[in-house]
């Protein structure tokens, strides 16, 4: 390997080893064989030509955010860690565009936008890198507005795991040139290739932005109400939903004092008038449907902390339950189907006994349930996991998915298995097609 | 076939099959062996294994709208016409969601759901099917807000080659599980399989509409400011671009007086206060631009008869130049190129000697030259060859597509291939897996 790379970015140091062996996720470490700094696409296309040759594993890590597993190497081998291609490589204003290379982050991107005027909105709570974003297909809390990873990404170069170096797309707005490969890498999440730039849109930041968040009596009204938003047109740029236990634990945890309560947050984005006009007649519309108290946040500062109370629920518990882990669960069902299933849910973590929060992307129909459990208890375990797959069947009977935007990884790919039943024969023969000696992030997708 | 489907359903009928032998593109019209009308996926799949078993070709068939030549049975066959699977099969209005068969059109939609106060955006001009528009991943006008096809496409039922009856999405607004194959199988212009079912996004109707036409100087300044009016943020919902040769046309040929120069086509689709603020704000960029006569149509009648003049001007050219051919160019660039390239064609086409029109989704990065020819005349076809050749490899230089929303087709093959050199050989490897010995609309979009 330290004839391909520099020696200096070739390492096999114990502790290195051991900090990519894990993310975020709740899933069994694995320590790689060897973790690479690269520095570009040429670079990664001969490590990949010396892996596939000898058949070893190669795992792309970004900023080890992923709460699926996608950057343990759970076969060992190569870990690329891509903390050394960061750079913003070109910023179209006029097009609005940006290409960047994969290991930079989202509010980084964000730094370099700003003297443009620009701003990349997904927004999945975490400082992710764009790379890791792209190959997970994330979203989170703007994509009712904007839309997820995949509607952004117009173009990859990916190195593909015989080296070969390819651009997926181009730089028009739409193309109906053949099969979308584009969209096809896009949340492949390391199985296919290796993404080496990222050509993104970008969107003007918007002249007026204006946050609230408003209670109800229980979540299914808050739900309702948040479809009936969703019914009027109005171009919500942010609509969270966040369950009472959950708001109870935010403000043990922060210096906040929100009605405890089931609470939707809200943010409306775009010009003076249609910010203003927007606001006021959801609030209306919540209040028809039993909202209790509305609170508007005008300024920047209140606006932030109302988003971190949001974005720090998942830290918020995990300081609330020191010790113990934390699953995720990430379901997407059709709008009329989420407030079922939130009810569902909660029901089924008090029934099987594992405590946690339920919060959701109410203006995408998804939502997540956090499950504490201690790790070292085998029995603790198998609850969480009951109630994850109770939460998956309940989403696939109503025709939702497994998983609105962490990705499969390795916790969801036995409900992949479910879900796509009927397309996994393509899935797995488009891997064994780009990837036939199973090099590329083995164990993630498909079992 | 007749064992297959019913005596009345399957023709041999020479009339019949000239009628299917050509679509509304200059390409050269072959007659399909037999035309098959199927009433059911089931029906489909019986058809598809007795065609794949015997290696005989088979073509979907809807309006008969294309203009790259994806309906013409190049290797004969069967073509399946969907004139018996128009039923809207199911309604959610609550979900934005719509479940339709592949030969329902866009106006028969629209009217099934405007009781429910929804529309289907995507309006490529002609009334195609719903199967085609995702067959070849249409849009038109409307993109700029509202998205393309691929877009909408939220569950595809598809029926394989061997004749295997597969989903492939569900009914959640977001999923990140597995490879995206919905968005692989939108624009594959029946290559990879039927569509026998399609579930769509729709949107609540507006409630407030406003348009406006706008005059310039000249093309660039038209295009200049229809890219402030973008870098605005200011939520336009159509943009289309009119040369002064083409207003000439229309004015020829319906009863409209409308000033002969080039012309920006505006739609603003919202709030009554956004809408408003929206118009103004436009109407003063764009003035500031060089924008000279700004007229605005609020009510419903002169908004049609307005979108009616630029829908309508490829009629008003074929019209105007009896018994000639049309040969559409679809490239889209970034925006930033966008006005040299249509200076670029405008010049070309006078260079060479080619009349014709220059007409746009500006908001896209979108145009399309009308090149009329005389089709017996061989000379006259190289020229309109020669002309699209070069305004291709514009686009391409300038990181462009061949093809913004009319698909590759007959047409665009060759460019295809120039286009995406790099990843041409994974879509062949795709369409050999799925479709092993190409009886699929053989002779598009990979020659």
């Not at 009027?232 to 236990?245: C, H, N, P, Q, Y």
């Not at 609850?383 to 998983?403: E, F, H, S």
Request: hydrophobic share 40%; charged share 20%; aromatic share 6%.
């Amino acid at each position: 390997m330290q004839k391909i790379t520099s020696e200096k970015r070739a390492t096999q140091n114990e502790t290195v080893l051991w900090q990519h062996s894990h993310d975020e996720s709740y899933h069994h470490p694995v320590s790689p064989d060897v973790v690479v700094y690269p520095i570009s696409s040429d670079e990664i296309s001969s490590i990949l030509k010396f892996a596939n040759e000898n058949k070893i594993p190669v795992v792309p890590y970004g900023a080890g955010s992923s709460l699926e597993g996608h950057c343990i190497p759970v076969k060992g081998g190569i870990t690329l860690n891509f903390q050394e291609m960061t750079e913003v490589l070109e910023i179209r204003p006029d097009d609005f565009l940006v290409k960047v290379q994969p290991g930079v982050t989202r509010t980084q991107l964000n730094l370099a936008l700003k003297k443009f005027g620009l701003f990349f909105p997904v927004d999945p709570g975490a400082d992710a890198t764009i790379g890791g974003m792209a190959a997970t297909n994330a979203s989170g809390t703007t994509s009712v507005k904007y839309g997820i990873m995949r509607d952004q990404v117009r173009n990859l170069q990916v190195v593909l795991a015989d080296g070969q170096i390819i651009q997926t797309g181009g730089m028009a707005a739409k193309s109906s040139a053949g099969y979308h490969l584009t969209s096809m890498f896009v949340g492949s999440e390391g199985t296919l290739g290796i993404f080496t730039e990222i050509t993104l849109k970008v969107y003007g930041i918007p002249e007026a932005v204006l946050a609230a968040r408003c209670t109800f009596p229980s979540v299914q009204t808050a739900v309702e109400a948040a479809s009936a938003v969703l019914g009027s047109g109005t171009g919500i740029a942010r609509m969270e939903l966040v369950d009472e236990r959950s708001i109870v634990q935010v403000n043990h945890n922060s210096d906040t004092a929100y009605t405890e309560a089931p609470t939707l947050f809200l943010e409306f984005q775009g010009n003076p008038a249609s910010v203003t006009y927007e606001a006021s007649l959801t609030k209306e519309l919540l209040e028809s449907f039993g909202g209790l108290e509305w609170v508007e946040e005008h300024d920047s500062k209140a606006r932030a902390k109302l988003w971190e109370a949001r974005h720090h629920l998942a830290y918020a518990f995990k300081h609330g339950y020191p010790g113990k882990s934390m699953m995720f669960t990430d379901v997407c069902l059709p709008l009329s189907e989420l407030s079922g299933a939130i009810v569902h849910a909660r029901e089924t973590m008090d029934e099987v006994g594992v405590p946690g929060a339920v919060l959701g992307h109410v203006g995408d129909g998804n939502f997540h349930a956090i499950l504490m459990y201690d790790g070292s208890i085998l029995e603790e375990r198998e609850k969480a996991d009951l109630v994850n797959a109770r939460i998956v069947d309940y989403a696939l009977q109503k025709g939702g998915t497994c998983t609105g935007e962490h990705g499969v990884g390795i916790g969801k790919a036995k409900y992949l298995a479910k879900e796509h039943a009927d397309t996994l024969p393509i899935m797995l023969a488009i891997k064994k097609q780009l990837d036939p000696n199973d090099i590329l992030n083995p164990g993630k997708i498909i079992l």
